[in-house]
């Protein structure tokens, strides 16, 4: 099929009468009623919505993103960035330390993710159990939740062969002797273009945006579009949530057009991740005695190393991840140094740019190579040592988000040690440089080279460049109010009728990319809801 012709399910939808509304274009402030409303439209909102329309409740969907489809998602990343990410994919901690990629589009970050399928590990789970008294999230308990979840968006093994980036993990762990697996996709009838990041032109990818969000609007939800979810209003009691308040947004997503939406019902999800919903709260005044909205927020840091090969790598071409190792996740206990999962992300010119330590002609010979650059990424498993406590979602005097998340010593140990094992890796598949991604780091030609270079880097923030794509907790579940926000259904302790379905309930990181699980946890807690509403 030629690109013309791929059918575009937004635009037929919206052909049916699809109840779409774009908070641009509201010409008075807006005021509606509904059985449910949905804060969020990423993985757990979409799936919540699916659930809850399909069980034939009124469901309305709030989202601060735009409404795309695959005839807008053109390989640009100048165009994708600004209108599908947070802060134009620059988001960042509050020490500039850390840059954050989150979504920013009806269908959330599912829209722009790698596909990258993993369950949450078993090791995660026992941990939650043993530690924060959550029995009931057993292997077992779970597996039904994930199963329908993996086959409603096709989870399934990825038939073809890793493109040359990934390539790298599978032949540098086979040298070593290091274990390693091919990643599950969430795909139908893939291109293999390489271009995930920016949306899915062909509508391959099995996304909210083409998956649980139209089958909810063909059963009737309502879609508001480009309206920023503002605060929550309290009944006179403070145990259930009367209404959403939100704030229309003009067609360039930021600013406001001073008109406003009131949305009343019966009960309210927040899935607007683990920044925005901790946020939203906050903004809310929502009860919180034990002050525990926004704490142990956890992000997976993510160390980098690139490495240049004699042969053509093309890392921005081909299935993105593919393939990964946990080999350094399980070779110490779970609360012992940070482990790391190893994956290859996919490069393209503007994120390599912004991205690449140095200057000058080192810089500018380095960004000539890329069609022969490798580039590994260590994603460290935090919030299971001691000293890994996370960061804190505060608010900035102006009400938006900010995530202060500071490098521990621990966090520090995981990187520079990650730093040497992707060197190791990238030298045993035929690298012949290799570079840590540290502004004072340069590309070396030999392992023992690498190996002295690493000691001596500095472990400062802003020098490392340490990234992330997975934001989790803020509002963890626990087993009494006193320890977490939300029960394991993700029911709110103190407010009646609110529930949290995206990854600010999970108590630690995953230690994987989480997409999955939100899915699981959030069809799980969206039954709960469903339940609840229709006894």
Known sequence: MSADRI???????????WKVRDGATLAEDLQLTADVVIVGTGAGGGMAAETLAQAGLDVILLEEGGLHSSRDFRLDEARAYPVLYQESANRKTADKGITILQGRTVGGSTVVNWTTSFRTPADTLAWWRTHHGLTDLTEAALAPWFDAAEARVG?????????PNNAVIERGCQAL????????????????????????????KQSMLVTTLPAALDRGARLLTRV?????????????????????????????????????AREVILAGGAIGTPALLLRSGAPDPWLRTGARTFLHPVALSGAVFGTRIEPYSGAPQ????????????VDGPLGYKLEAPPVHPLILAATLSGFGEGYRRLMTSMPHLNVLLALLRDGFHPHSPGGQVRLRADGTPLLDYPLTDAVWDGVRR?????????FAAGARQVL???????????LAEARRMIAELPLVSGLARIVSAHVMGGAAMSVRPEEGVVDSLGRHWQLDNLTIVDGSVFPTSIG????????????????????????
């Open 512 to 535: 994987a990319n989480p997409q999955v699980s939100v899915y699981a946890f959030a069809l799980r807690a969206a039954s709960a809801v469903r339940h609840r509403m229709k006894a």
């Open 177 to 204: 002797g290091y274990g390693f697996g091919r990643i599950r996709r969430n795909v139908r009838g893939c291109w293999n273009l390489g271009y995930c990041g920016m949306g899915c032109p062909t509508n391959a």
């Open 155 to 163: 989870v399934a093994d990825w038939q073809a062969d890793p493109n």
């Open 322 to 333: 593919t393939v990964y190792s946990d080999h350094f996740l399980h070779t110490q206990p």
């Open 228 to 264: 920023r979810a503002e605060r929550l209003l309290m009944s006179p009691d403070r145990q259930r949530v009367e209404a959403v308040l939100g704030q229309a947004l003009a067609a360039d997503g930021m600013t406001p057009t001073g008109r406003s939406v009131r949305i009343r």
């Open 7 to 17: 059918p575009d399910p937004i635009a037929e939808g919206l052909a049916r009468g």
């Open 418 to 426: 990650s730093w040497l094992t992707m060197a190791e890796v990238q």
């Open 436 to 446: 840590p991604v540290h502004e004072q780091a340069h590309p070396v030609s030999t």
